[in-house]
């Protein structure tokens, strides 16, 4: 195991061996391994945003298997889904990618100002299929997010009793906020915070704008001038307040964009020193060619093989 490996497992002291052997397994798996860096490939989009929607433009991500071979061929640090994808294709794989097994999900199927997510896996599943991890979403500014909180804690203790990473997806979203106020940059931070609070390994945020949302934190980043008017200097910011980086902090790619868009935004989170992506419809939703292509330029980027 090299240096910089070893040097984000030692953030982890006092975790029991079986986390940071499955940390180290995505830290040092696919293209980047062994960088610090990782890039994971995420597919529940067709349990949160439904199949057309997120399958239709490129139709063999109906297909299950798509995905994982996707993941292997692009040199993904892991996989991560929701029960049936991965059940329908763990075994045809077995031991090709690090999985992380998706234990919440929500559907679009209603207009919901204060969403929520429905447990939809078990840590014994994932132990099952062979996982490295579990995943978990939580709405910051949702009405329901105490309960989601008490519900990560207990689950988060059942995962790490049984030596697997925690992977929070930390989405601020609901009636207490507004639209811009979701990616706000106090409000990400807020909501990176708050994961690594209740025990996330690894932290997935959405990119901050320089939006600052909350009264009472625009005072504090004004006195304190917290520099926030970059990309890079907003990641940097969110890795500060995540433990000041000894917690995995990757950013979410979004909905589809333009190449350049997304290669700049890598740039500014390699540069604010984040720790990757996690790229699902902008890698997906495009042909395999031109997929893995995508996902090479960005992994070369962050592996400072690309400007």
Known sequence: MNKR????????????????????????HGTLGGTGKMVILPVDQGFEHGPGRSFAMNPPGYHPHYHFDLAVESGCSAYAAPLGF???????????????????????????????QAITGSVQD????????????????????????????????????????????SYPRGSGLTKEGETAIDVTAYAAHIAAQLGAHVVKVKLPT??????????????????IGTLAERVRHVVQSTFDGRRIVIFSGGAKEEDKTVFDEVRAIREGGGFGSIIGRNSFQRPR???????????????????
């Open 86 to 116: 991965l059940e329908a294709g763990a075994a045809e794989f077995a031991g090709e990618i690090p999985l992380i097994l998706k234990l919440n999900n929500h559907d679009v199927l209603l207009d919901e100002k204060d969403p929520d």
């Open 5 to 28: 490996v070893k040097e984000i497992l030692g953030g982890y002291a006092g975790q029991n061996p079986g986390i940071l052997t499955n940390l180290a397994r995505m830290l040092n």
């Open 210 to 227: 320089a939006h600052v949302a909350q009264e009472a934190a625009r005072k504090v980043y004004d006195k304190t001038r917290v520099p």
């Open 126 to 169: 994932a132990l099952r299929l062979g996982c490295v991890g579990v995943g978990y979403t939580i709405y910051p500014g949702s009405a329901h997010r105490l309960e989601m909180y008490q519900a990560l804690r207990a689950i988060a203790a059942e995962a790490k009793g049984v030596g697997l990473a925690v992977i929070v997806w």
């Open 289 to 307: 060619a031109e997929a893995l292509e995508f996902l090479k330029t960005i992994m070369h980027i962050y592996a400072g093989k690309a400007p």
